[in-house]
Each structure stands twice: as structure tokens, then as C-alpha cells.
């Protein structure tokens, strides 16, 4: 097993930083769904420190003006995706992170509910590393073995006129059937 009982990731590529912004999943939810989204602090910003006080609730608003409408925020994701392919895990895949926002599409309301957060460290204006990517897909085939995962989607498709990441250099190709939003990993 690479996750432990509360769906922690064991692998030497994952770091843990443990978020307070979680909570439970409904009872008998079945995580079925990966959603992807991409993130920068500032925008198009290319470090991580910020990010990671933002999902620890320690970001300091006063480091940058377009911080401050992230004051009193409380927001996290399973998984962040660093520019070098290193993977850092705020929440347990078992618990529901905060990363989709009100949401529907494909049919269905609340993603937060039964999906992964992914987020890529990046902006929706410049293309994402090689390496991210490849990092996301094996991210995706690690959660399949304890996870019924059958589909994904862009945080902008569940999300739409309020989202718009990962954004247009973001590619399913490899991730995602073209025609479906089913996984093809
Ligand atoms: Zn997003």
C-alpha cells in the first residue's frame, strides 16, 4: 500500500505538510475524480513558500498587494505539483480538501466532495514543466491503486466563469480521453 489509513502518499517524492483546512468526506463517497488546477503566489509567481502558508493559513498578506483579498481565506488541495516534479501533500486523500469551490459540471454539484485537488505550480499564461506533468500522471496512477478513480476535471470546467485553471497550455492529452472526461491513465 502506498497510502496510509487516511490516504497519505509514501513515496520519497512527497513531502508533507499538513493542512487544517480539511474536514470529512460524506459518508460512503466514492473518490472517483481527480480535479486539476494550477496556482501561482504571486501570479505567475514561481515559488512555493507562498502556497504553502496560504493552505497552512500563514500567509503573510502584507508580503504582496494582491495578497490581501487572500485574507482570512481558508483553502487547501491534496497535492501540489512543484515546477521540478517534487509533490507536497497538505490533506489525507480520505479527508475532503478545499480546493473546487462551489462546483458542477459533467452532471454532478460539490467536487469537493469526492475528488482529489491537484494543483500545479503554475499560471494559466506560460506552459507547465515536462516534468510536472509527468509527475501528475504517475500522481494519478499511484491514487488508481487505492482509489476508484475513473474521471478528471479542469477546476475552469467545474467552476466556469469563476475559474479559469489550469488553463490553456494545460494538455489532457495522455491524462484524459478526448472525447470524455473518463481518465485514460
Ligand atoms: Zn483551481
Known amino acids: 500500500m502506498w497510502f496510509d489509513d487516511d490516504g497519505w502518499l509514501k513515496h520519497d517524492w512527497v ?41 497552512l493559513n500563514r500567509l503573510d ?11 482570512g481565506l481558508h483553502v487547501s488541495s491534496h497535492f501540489l505539483i512543484d515546477r521540478d ?24 454539484t460539490n467536487f469537493n466532495h469526492f475528488s482529489v485537488g491537484i494543483e500545479l505550480l503554475g499560471d494559466v ?7 510536472q506533468i509527468q509527475r501528475l500522471k504517475q500522481l ?15 477546476h475552469s470546467e467545474i467552476a466556469p466563469g469563476r475559474k479559469t485553471d489550469p488553463g490553456p497550455f494545460f494538455d489532457w492529452k495522455g491524462i484524459r480521453k478526448s472525447t470524455t472526461y473518463e481518465l485514460d491513465l
Request: proline residues 7%; aromatic residues 12%; hydrophobic residues 35%.
Open 15 to 55: 513531502q508533507r505538510q499538513p493542512s487544517p483546512n480539511y474536514d470529512t468526506r460524506p459518508l460512503g463517497t466514492r473518490i472517483d475524480t481527480v480535479v486539476v488546477h494550477c496556482i501561482s503566489l504571486p501570479e505567475r509567481g514561481r515559488s512555493r513558500q507562498f502556497i504553502e502558508d496560504l493552505f
Open 125 to 131: 499564461y506560460s506552459p507547465f514543466e515536462v516534468t
Open 85 to 108: 516534479g517534487s509533490v507536497v501533500q497538505f490533506v489525507g486523500c480520505e479527508n475532503r480538501a478545499w480546493h473546487a469551490g462551489v462546483s458542477s459540471g459533467f452532471g454532478r
Open 61 to 71: 498578506t502584507s508580503a504582496h498587494p494582491s495578497f490581501a483579498e487572500l485574507q
Open 140 to 154: 494519478i496512477v499511484e491514487l488508481k491503486k487505492s482509489y476508484p478513480l475513473r474521471y478528471a476535471a479542469a
